[in-house]
C-alpha cells in the first residue's frame, strides 16, 4: 500500500522558537560506536531501553541534549551512546530516534492539549473487547480500528470472556472489514492469540474489567514483576498516561497502555481511513474536494458508490467504511454525546 507512515508524525514536529531550533549546520559527530534499542518503557525523563531488542539486555537512558524535545516514546527504536551496559547506575544516552513505522497517539485532554504519540512501531493494534460484562460497545471497536488504520497498525479484535457469550452477533458487523479475529476465555489457553503476537509488536487496548490483565498474565507470566522492576510505570497518580512493552517468553512484545482512555482521531483525514480500504483508493481520488465520503446526504456526489456499483467492491464493504468514517466524524461534530462515546 503506498501510504507513507512518516507524515503521520508531522503534528508532532511543532516548530518551537528560540532555544529548541538551532542551527542544523553545527554536525554533531556521528556516534559511529552508537548501539540500537527499543523503548519500551519511560518515566519522568528516563526511558528504558532494550538493546537490540533483547529483553535481557535492559539500559536506562536519557535524552541527548542535541536531541531537544523531540519526543521519544515507547516502541521508538533509538541509537545509544554512553555507558549502555545496564549496570546498576548507568545512564546511556539517546542520540538518535529512528522514523516511525506506525503511530498509536492518544487523544488531547484538559491538562496537555497535544494529541501524542503514546506507541511507536507497533505492528499490530490489539482490540480487546469482552463479549459479556462488560457488554461489548462497538462504537470503541470503530474508534479503535480508525486509529489503527489511521496510525498503520494492523487491527486485531480479541473477544475475550467466550465462556459467557457467542461471539457470531458481534463479528456478524465486523465481516466485511476482512478483520482477524481471536476469541478467548479464561478457561482455554490463549494458543492461537500467542501464535498472532509472538515476533511482533503489538499494542494493546481494552476497556478496564474486559480481562486485558488476564490476557497479559498468561502470555507474559512474569509481566507484574517485570513492569515493577524496569520502569516502575503506573504507579501513583501523577504517571496517568504511560505505556509499557512486556516481553513475550517466545519473541516479540505487547505494549499494555495503562491509563489511555482515548485514541486522537480529530487529526485524521477521511482519505487516510479511506488508504485502508483499498478497493476505494482510486474512486475517492474521483470525488469533490473536500469529499468525507459519508454518501448521501452529507457527500452527495461521492465517487465510492461507483465501486459498489460497478461490482468492484462488497456494499458492506463500502458500509463498514462509511461506518467508520461517522466514528471518526463523532469525535469532532458531536461534543454532546455521552461520556461512554467520547471515551473509547
Ligand atoms: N467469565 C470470565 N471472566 C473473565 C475472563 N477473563 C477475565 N475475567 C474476569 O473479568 C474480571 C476483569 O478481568 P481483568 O483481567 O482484571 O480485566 P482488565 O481488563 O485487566 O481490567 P482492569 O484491571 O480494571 O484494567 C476479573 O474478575 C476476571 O477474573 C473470561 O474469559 N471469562
Ligand atoms: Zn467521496
Not at 303 to 324: C, F, I, K, Q
Amino acid at each position: 500500500m503506498a501510504r507513507d507512515w512518516r507524515k503521520l508524525d508531522e503534528s508532532d514536529v511543532r516548530v518551537r522558537p528560540g532555544k529548541g531550533t538551532r542551527p542544523r549546520s553545527k554536525r554533531r559527530p556521528a556516534h559511529s560506536d552508537a548501539v540500537t534499542a527499543m523503548v519500551v518503557g519511560k518515566d519522568r525523563g528516563r526511558w528504558t531501553c532494550a538493546v537490540e531488542a533483547d529483553p535481557d539486555r535492559i539500559v536506562v537512558a536519557m535524552r541527548a541534549r542535541e536531541l531537544g524535545r523531540t519526543p521519544v516514546v515507547v516502541g521508538d527504536i533509538v541509537d545509544l551512546v554512553g555507558d549502555t551496559t545496564g549496570a546498576v547506575d548507568t545512564l546511556a544516552r539517546i542520540v538518535r530516534v529512528a522514523d516511525r513505522t506506525s503511530v498509536l497517539r492518544r487523544t488531547a485532554d484538559d491538562t496537555d492539549p497535544f494529541e501524542r504519540v503514546v506507541v511507536a512501531n507497533a505492528a499490530q493494534l490489539l482490540i480487546v473487547c469482552a463479549l459479556a460484562d462488560p457488554p461489548p460497545r462497538s462504537g470503541f471497536i470503530d474508534r479503535c480500528l480508525v486509529a489503527a488504520y489511521a496510525g498503520g497498525l494492523e487491527p486485531v479484535l480479541c473477544l475475550t470472556k467466550a465462556d459467557l457469550a457467542d461471539p457470531a452477533p458481534l463479528l456478524a458487523g465486523y465481516a466485511d472489514l476482512d478483520l482477524p479475529v481471536v476469541v478467548t476465555r479464561h478457561d482455554a489457553d490463549p494458543a492461537e492469540l500467542r501464535e498472532r503476537l509472538t515476533d511482533r509488536v503489538s499494542a494493546l487496548v481494552g476497556h478496564s474489567g474486559v480481562g486485558k490483565s488476564t490476557l497479559v498474565n498468561r502470555l507474559v507470566p512474569d509481566a507484574f514483576r517485570r513492569t515493577g522492576e524496569v520502569s516502575a510505570v503506573g504507579k501513583g497518580k501523577h504517571t496517568s498516561v504511560t505505556a509499557v512493552a512486556l516481553p513475550l517468553p517466545d519473541g516479540g512484545w505487547v505494549v499494555d497502555t495503562p491509563g489511555i482512555r482515548s485514541f486522537g482521531l480529530a487529526h485524521i483525514e477521511p482519505d487516510d481511513i479511506v488508504a485502508a480500504f483499498g478497493e476505494f483508493v482510486a474512486a475517492a481520488e474521483e470525488c469533490p474536494p473536500g469529499c468525507g465520503h459519508r454518501g448521501a446526504p452529507d457527500d452527495p456526489d461521492c465517487y465510492l458508490d461507483t465501486v459498489v456499483e460497478s461490482g468492484d467492491a462488497r456494499p458492506g464493504r463500502l458500509a463498514s467504511l462509511r461506518r467508520l468514517l461517522a466514528s471518526r466524524a463523532g469525535a469532532d461534530d458531536a461534543p454532546d454525546r455521552n461520556s461512554d462515546d467520547q471515551t473509547i
